[in-house]
């Protein structure tokens, strides 16, 4: 009797299809559009996922590990030792709109994200790449390239992405209305929406 209630238990629990992963540890790695620049603190997309995690009944501590002005090469160079001190099982990247910002090399962003997705993924963690895109005055080639190199990134190396953070807020016919006066930060009623666009791919993840 007792083998039978385990084979039973066991099949249970295969229908029931993919536990969400237990214990785990998400940290996202970004710029000021992680940081709360200029929102009331907690009301930033991060701090709406903090409280996702909870209401979905997800056993995840949430780490935010972003810096206002923070490029790829910064993230790249403090990566190791929030490695080190977080042991996440999660890393959410969210960076390189501030290189095509000063005009940095896009082969250089590339490689930092590149580098960024090889160290979490040899820590053990899974990795969600959020890409950005450019607005168009910076020329439409460039853009491009730029929005490309995110999925190349996640391509080559095996990583879940979103192509684009701000999608229905920076594209559309209204976008003025989701930002603050300085038209380059989503203000705090885009910030939900910024959530819903990671939430889909780093819920995959967390099965």
Partial sequence: MRRRHFIAAGLAAAL?????????????????????????????????????????????????????????????SRLPALLAKHRPTHVVIELGGNDALRGLPLEMTRANLSAMVQAAAKAGARVLLVGMQLPPNYGAQYGQRFAELYAQVAREHQAALVPFLLDGIADGPDAVKWFQADRIHPNEAAQPRMLANVWPELRKLLK
Avoid: C, H
């Avoid at 299809?17 to 970004?30: E, F, K, S, W």
């Avoid at 009331?40 to 903090?50: F, H, I, N, Q, T």
């Fill in 16 to 76: 029931a299809g993919p536990a969400l992963a237990a214990g785990a540890t998400v940290m996202v790695v970004g710029d000021s559009l992680s940081a709360e620049y200029g929102l009331p603190r907690g009301s930033g997309w991060v701090s709406l996922l903090e409280r996702k995690l909870a209401a979905e009944k997800i056993d995840a501590r949430l780490v935010n590990a972003s810096i206002s002005g923070d490029t790829t090469s910064g993230g790249r």
